[in-house]
């Protein structure tokens, strides 16, 4: 069956620089989540997206924008990179209708950004 | 503010034996609630979710239990097989809004002894 599917796995960039993730959901997943998850952490919640409008958002910086495209692949934009914004990305699809229990979200390999 | 808690880091059991791993929750929005698996450098996977109108859900090997007076979870995981290691987050969200976020605890350590 197909998952989640992010790139690249694995980005290196120096400070100041700008990066940029994409993730692929599961096919009819609408749903998209955002997580960042720095070493011996649990992952934080970035933000989320429902049928491509923002649903939820967590601690993101300003720095950090993401969007939900018509195809509902999503992209995450990092600029001004930081030392601190090193750490695996991990997003996430799911099926959601409003006014239903939330069903599991899936998640994909994630992508490990290491800025130097 | 941690709105879920895994008290126990780590957790060592003989292959074979019961595994039980607990989570605590404080906000009583929350309704739906996951397990997930993750091996380092990989992404979580899904093992298994329960719906606050339950108070349990089982799947072959994996049972969770919810006491929602409590405020507690647990995953039992029997017989636990050298396989079953890994880092194992319990997640919670609140269906009233689709998308929302799902917070995650900080994870327990689980080792399974041949």
């Known amino acids: 069956a197909a998952g989640v599917i992010q790139s690249p796995r694995h980005l290196i960039k120096e400070k100041r620089e700008t990066a940029t993730l994409k993730c692929y959901p599961i096919p009819r997943h609408d749903t998209v989540y955002w997580y960042q998850q720095g070493p011996g952490q649990d992952p934080q919640f970035l933000i989320s997206f429902y049928e491509k409008m923002q649903s939820d958002k967590g601690s993101i910086p300003d720095r950090f924008s993401a969007q939900q495209f018509s195809d509902y692949h999503s992209e995450l934009n990092m600029s001004s990179l930081e030392l601190g914004d090193s750490a695996l990305y991990f997003c996430?699809?799911?099926?959601?209708?409003?006014?239903?229990?939330?069903?599991?979200?899936?998640f994909g390999q994630g992508t490990r950004l290491t800025v130097v | 503010d941690q709105q879920v808690k895994q008290n126990s880091p780590s957790l060592s059991v003989q292959e074979g034996r019961i595994s039980i791993l607990n989570c605590d929750y404080t906000n009583s929005m929350f309704d739906y609630f996951l397990w997930y698996k993750k091996y380092p450098a990989e992404g979580p996977t899904f093992l298994i979710s329960i719906s606050s109108i339950k108070d349990k859900n089982e799947d072959g090997r994996f049972t969770v239990f919810l006491n929602k007076s409590a405020k507690h979870l647990s995953l039992h995981i029997v017989p636990s097989q050298p396989g079953d290691s890994a880092v194992y987050f319990c997640a919670a969200g609140a269906s009233e809004t689709s998308g929302s976020r799902l917070t995650f605890g900080e994870g327990t350590q689980l080792t399974v002894n041949p």
């Open positions: 996430a699809s799911s099926s959601n209708r409003a006014g239903t229990v939330n069903t599991e979200a899936f």
